[in-house]
């Protein structure tokens, strides 16, 4: 599979993470990785950033 389409799928599995987090339907970095087929670190790595870009704060877990 080509990069780009790897940062995608990677992309819209942080994305599907920060919405559960958001909505209070919080799921493990690894159920969502598992179900878009990227990994757990690629949630990890990316997370963060797209939840301060929409302007809100990580939780203090």
């Given at each position: ?41 690629s ?19």
């Open positions: 599979m080509p990069d780009e389409a790897r940062s995608k799928r990677a992309t819209l599995a942080a994305s599907l993470y920060v919405g559960a987090l958001v909505a209070g339907e919080q799921q493990s970095q690894g159920t969502v990785a598992d179900a878009v087929g990227v990994s757990r670190l949630v990890q790595q990316r997370w963060k950033e797209q939840l301060e870009a929409a302007g809100l704060e990580p939780p203090d877990w």
